[in-house]
């Protein structure tokens, strides 16, 4: 549904779609499929403050450091694929139920091509039920 949308995005000459990611996966879909959050430093504080509540938790330790380490465009899209050695898919863990504002530039090379790798794996994500890689992108 999202490529079909894409597609007519395109033919309208549309630069631009905005989201309000939320309800129960939508905070990690959008992401995952390289939306940028529109206040990146609410995200950050939000993470900031979770791991505050929570000294402990591994995830929202390595979730400070990703954040950290990432740009404000590359934030959410690595926070999505953040993985943990001997815990799966922590992103998706994350983020279920996040409530974000975000953005994707279809004429952003950078956002394309992220849409392009989900569109190219979104079967294969579909079965194996992950979000792929934990490596943090740069700009």
């Not at 950050?44 to 990432?70: M, Q, T, W, Y």
């Not at 998706?92 to 956002?111: E, F, I, N, Q, V």
């Amino acid at each position: 549904m999202m490529r079909a949308s894409v597609e007519i995005y395109d033919r309208l000459g549309i630069g631009r779609i905005t989201v309000h990611a939320n309800i129960d996966v939508g905070g990690y879909v959008w992401a995952k499929l390289g939306f940028a959050a529109t206040d990146p430093a609410h995200i950050r504080a939000e993470l900031a403050e979770a791991l505050k509540d929570n000294p402990g938790c591994v995830i929202f330790a390595e979730a400070n450091r990703v954040a950290n380490e990432s740009s404000d465009d590359d934030l959410m899209y690595n926070l999505a694929r953040l993985e943990i050695e001997g815990l799966h898919s922590c992103g998706k863990s994350l983020l279920r139920g996040a409530d974000w504002y975000g953005h994707a530039t279809l004429k952003d090379p950078r956002h394309r091509a992220r849409l392009a790798r989900h569109f190219a794996t979104e079967h294969d994500d579909a079965r194996s039920n992950t979000a792929g890689g934990g490596e943090v992108e740069h700009a």
